[in-house]
T-cell receptor, first 109, second 114 residues
Framework: GQNIDQPTEMTATEGAIVQINCTYQ??????LFWYQQHAGEAPTFLSY??LDGLEEKGRFSSFLSRSKGYSYLLLKELQMKDSASYLC??????????WGAGTKLIIKP | IAGITQAPTSQILAAGRRMTLRCTQD?????MYWYRQDLGLGLRLIHY???????GKGEVPDGYSVSRANTDDFPLTLASAVPSQTSVYFC?????????????FGPGTRLTVL
């Protein structure tokens, strides 16, 4: 089967750095997405990786290793508004997105 | 309209009733998607459409049907609702077919089937 694994919940302190990991086993690979979802709201796009390496976008960075089936989302200088769920999704060989259950990130002052 | 809208926002429905969830986008995106989101599970694709006039089945299509008569609208119909269809339903759209492009999500419809 196909699956995406992420930690269910993480806690971090305002101003700190947090890394959210995602491992995947899918039928083929055509890219990996990270989305942010605040409670009661719709997911919004954060990043897309299709090649190995680090993609940096402001306070957020996303890393991909295709050989290891692994990605992480790095959030720096955490702010209270970063409290949300972070969803990892992989586009498989059939060009269908397989979604992880999401990681709920709790930011404490 | 700006972006993608869904209606209704929430609904309580008796089992066995027919229900259509509406989705409209004004971005002229080719692809549209319907997902359901349940606690502890990832988003699961119900149906999709790569372009107007075509539709396809996703991971969990049973009990649902869709149509894509034009670019903007992509309604989802539950022919005879059952309690297991209680969920939050998200409609999404993307510029390119095949899921390779960013997907933009509507605000969701919270459906409770009793």
């Amino acid at each position: 089967g196909q699956n995406i694994d992420q930690p269910t919940e993480m806690t971090a302190t305002e101003g700190a750095i947090v890394q959210i990991n995602c491992t995947y086993q899918t039928s083929g690979f055509n890219g990996l997405f990270w989305y942010q979802q605040h409670a009661g709201e719709a997911p919004t796009f954060l990043s897309y990786n299709v090649l190995d390496g680090l993609e940096e976008k402001g306070r957020f960075s996303s890393f991909l290793s295709r050989s290891k089936g692994y990605s992480y989302l790095l959030l720096k200088e955490l702010q209270m508004k970063d409290s949300a769920s972070y969803l990892c999704a992989v586009l498989n060989s059939n060009y269908q997105l397989i979604w992880g259950a999401g990681t709920k990130l709790i930011i404490k002052p | 309209i700006a972006g993608i809208t869904q209606a209704p926002t929430s609904q309580i429905l008796a089992a066995g009733r027919r229900m259509t969830l509406r989705c409209t986008q004004d971005m002229r995106h080719n692809a549209m998607y319907w997902y359901r989101q349940d606690l502890g599970l990832g988003l699961r694709l119900i149906h999709y459409s790569n372009t107007a006039g075509t539709t396809g089945k996703g991971e969990v299509p049973d009990g649902y049907s869709v149509s894509r008569a034009n670019t903007d609208d992509f309604p989802l119909t539950l022919a005879s609702a059952v309690p297991s269809q209680t969920s939050v339903y998200f409609c999404a759209s993307g510029r390119l077919a095949g899921g390779t492009d960013t997907q933009y999500f509507g605000p969701g419809t919270r459906l409770t089937v009793l």
